[in-house]
């Protein structure tokens, strides 16, 4: 079959074209309304007001009237009813819409039943008969089209705030309870307008399908209207030629279309969809894995040997789990293999630091910040340290105002330089030694004035008379002075020469 | 010359389905005020702002906006909702939302356009959340939200500032930029009244306190209203009241 025959062929026929126009038309306002309704949580009152239809093409029948009239009067009637009921009971909406439409519905079968005549096909008023469009039809779908479009595009931006912010928008003077009858007009001249086409069962599928693609894609109204068209535009044609071709219902086969579309953004979608997440996730464990290895392998590294079986034992993995890490930390120069043993490269060294500064900063946050007990707080940095950017750890060092230490006690590497290498507290300092303050620890600020009232600040040489367990005695400035040992470990210092 | 006060209600009384949510409330707030609107949940609270911008209808009693009804004056009054009141998954991004302060200077049918969107930036620079312009509202923290409703109600250029609790699922640090901010549009001249039902900082925060429950039970500096006596009133349970009539009742006697 040659695109010709898919595409062309169909068209030669006149019920065809006028089903094409009728398809897009209808696709086109149904789905600029599934936006509204949507943000609006209205799904349920297309497809009350739907429903409500019925009585009215019947009675429209009987007195033999055009149809849509009488469509459009029980439609408002009904949605006007259900804002009744929910405003003078105790009923929600729900259930209002539940009873109402039921009702109308019900109204509506008992009037057709009564009339037994092949004039009014129940079939094709459930379902549509998107074939039989007559040109009558076409031009009453048309108007109704350009108008619903033209009210939205008139209305859009107090739709918008409405929608989103209805208190505001009454504090700011917008007509509200005005648009909340606009917008249900619309609702119900977009079905009847659809009457032909998909009919007042699958209509509804039209005015929420759409949206509900769009809302998963963008986050934005402006855009989610135009993706929303797109969406009713595609399922609406590619129901009619699948219809064609397979010899089946049109109206039903569009709502099939549409409803794929759906399924497939939902497990597709780039920024919600179910199998991207679930990428993402595998990804991101994964990542999680090379850097508790390279992390692993540094402490490892720093305590003797960073064996195979040793970061094993470690990560609690396989042996050859940590063969395959290592080999693709190798491949991005982060480690190298010597002789089963991890040897972490300068860059791979900095990464390791930097996520142990991110683990012990998380720590003290959770701790200073968020009160939880320090004997907690393990678990939880270690799934946080991989959140942390450089830039968030710097802002999180600055928030906790310079931290020296982790709860536990163990320092907290500072910058890329790491760790402070070649500092030693006054406490591991010999008798005799002299030595230079580099850093006194600030986190309290008791430690820190006792030690400048001795007169120990940053830049300050010291020599250490004889370290005790009672306390350090040091000569600062030619004054001798014993420093408890809660100050001595408090001070940092290298080797003055 | 005494000044028209920016907001003054007189024997207001609004009610729910026959139950009375605030009563024969009186007050004037004077223009360029931080004021904090304090009370108990049920108080009253929410609604004495909504009957301020004309969201309900009082049963007897009167609002005016610098001596004009709300009708009138509209865009002077800009009025954040409780967050409860907002579709936060709403499609809609920062820029697009403090947009909307600039509505009712549009009116119907009209389109934003250059200048609105200056005033916007503007806006969002002063509360500083100019780079989250083209975040989805509902990928801010709690904080960040009020932000952008407060450069809303900065892009409205509006005097008056009605906020119904602001600091719900916000944390300190952030309660206290929000403070500094409405202090800043207070400096500017503008008229703010805050909902809270958290009395910790009601002390230091406001220039003036309005204890609310049901009826208005002070209105004053913090220093004046924010005795034990009175706040016994305000959060004393629900006999207040009765205590309050009994009071007035003893009041009346010669």
């Not at chain 1, 009067?73 to 804002?83: D, K, M, P």
């Not at chain 1, 005005?178 to 977009?190: E, I, K, N, P, Q």
């Not at chain 1, 219809?243 to 279309?257: C, F, I, K, R």
């Not at chain 2, 003054?8 to 360029?32: C, F, H, K, M």
Request: aromatic letters at 6%; one cysteine or more.
């Amino acid at each position: 079959m040659t695109l010709y025959d898919l595409f062309v062929t169909p068209m030669q026929y006149a019920f065809m074209q006028r089903a094409l126009v009728a398809a897009l038309l209808v696709g086109t306002i149904c789905a600029v309304l599934s936006c509204f309704l949507l943000v609006k949580r209205w799904a349920l009152l297309g497809d009350a007001i739907s429903h409500a239809v019925l009585p009215g093409v019947a009675f429209a029948y009987l007195l033999n009237l055009p149809f849509f009239f009488g469509a459009v009067v029980t439609g408002v009637l009904t949605a006007l009813g259900i804002s009744a009921v929910e405003r003078h009971t105790r009923i929600k909406e729900d259930s209002a819409m539940g009873i109402l439409f039921t009702g109308a519905f019900a109204l509506g079968f008992v009037l057709i039943s009564r009339i037994r005549s092949r004039a009014v096909d129940l079939f094709h008023i459930l379902f549509g008969n998107v074939l039989g469009v007559s040109d009558a039809d076409l031009l009453l779908t048309a108007i109704t089209g350009a108008a619903v479009l033209a009210v939205v595009l008139l209305l859009y931006k107090e739709l918008v705030l409405w929608t989103f912010d209805p208190m505001a928008a009454a504090a700011m003077g917008l007509p509200v309870g005005g648009l909340h009858y606009t917008l249900m007009l619309l609702l119900s001249v977009a079905i009847v307008a659809s009457l032909q086409t998909v009919g007042i069962v699958l209509v509804v599928a039209m005015l929420i399908t759409p949206g509900a693609v769009a809302y998963l894609l963008v986050d934005r109204m402006s855009r989610m209207i135009p993706l929303a068209v797109g969406v009713g535009i595609i399922s609406a044609l590619s129901g009619l030629y699948l219809s064609y071709h397979l010899n089946v219902a049109s109206g039903p086969t569009m709502v099939l279309v549409a409803t794929a579309l759906f399924l497939l953004t939902m497990l597709l979608g780039p920024r919600e969809g179910v199998v991207w997440s679930a990428i993402r996730r595998r990804r991101a464990a994964q990542q999680v894995l090379l850097e508790d290895f390279l992390k692993q392998a540094y402490l490892a590294d720093t305590q003797g040997e960073a064996s195979v079986e040793r970061l094993s034992e470690r990560l609690g993995v396989p042996v050859r789990t940590v063969t395959a890490l290592a080999a693709r930390l190798a491949r991005a120069g982060l480690v190298e293999v010597r002789d089963s043993a991890v040897v972490l490269s300068a860059q791979g060294r900095q990464r390791a630091i930097e996520l142990i500064r991110s683990h012990r900063l998380w720590e003290r946050y959770l701790v200073d910040r968020g009160g939880v007990p320090w004997t907690d707080v393990h678990a939880e940095a270690e799934r946080l340290e991989h959140l942390a950017t450089a830039e968030l750890a710097a802002q999180l060092d600055e928030a906790l105002g310079r931290p020296m230490r982790d709860p536990h006690g163990s320092p907290i590497p500072r910058g890329a330089e790491g760790a402070r290498e070649g500092t030693r507290r006054l406490t591991e300092c010999r008798d005799g030694e002299t030595v230079d303050v580099v850093e006194v620890e600030d986190e309290d600020p008791e430690v820190l004035r006792r030690l400048a009232a001795k007169g120990i600040l940053p830049g300050v040489r010291l020599v250490v008379v004889r370290v005790e367990p009672e306390g350090v005695r040091v000569l600062a400035d030619g004054q001798e002075t014993v420093l408890e040992p809660a100050l001595a470990s408090a001070v940092l210092t290298t080797d003055g020469r | 010359m005494k000044e028209v006060p920016a907001i003054e209600v007189r024997n207001l009384t609004v009610s729910y389905r026959s139950r009375p949510a605030i009563r024969n409330v009186t007050v004037q707030i004077d223009p360029g005020l931080l004021v904090g609107l304090v009370g108990p949940n049920g108080a009253g609270k929410s609604t004495l702002l909504k009957a301020v911008v004309g969201l309900v209808l009082p049963d007897s009693g009167t609002v005016r906006i610098f001596g004009q009804p709300i009708e009138a004056v509209r865009p002077q009054v800009a009025y954040v909702p409780q967050r409860s009141e907002v579709d936060w998954d709403y499609p809609i991004v920062v820029e697009e939302v403090v947009l909307m302060g600039r509505y009712p200077h549009l009116g119907l049918l009209r389109r934003p356009g250059p200048e609105d969107r200056q005033i916007v930036r503007a806006a969002l620079r002063q509360v500083g959340m100019e780079a989250f312009a083209d975040r989805q509202i509902g990928q801010l923290s709690g904080g960040q939200q009020q932000r952008v409703f407060l450069a809303r109600a900065l892009a409205q250029e509006a005097s008056i500032l009605l906020l119904d609790e602001p600091f719900v699922g916000v944390d300190a640090a952030t309660e206290e930029t929000i403070y500094a901010l409405l202090r800043r549009m207070r400096e500017e001249g503008r008229t703010v009244v805050v909902a809270t039902h958290d009395l910790s900082r009601a002390q230091t925060s406001f220039d003036r306190l309005l204890l609310l429950n049901q009826v208005l039970v002070a209105y004053g500096p913090p220093k004046e209203v924010f005795t034990p006596a009175l706040l016994q009133r305000t959060y004393g349970g629900r006999l207040t009241l009765l205590e309050v009539a009994d009071q007035k009742r003893v009041g009346m006697r010669p």
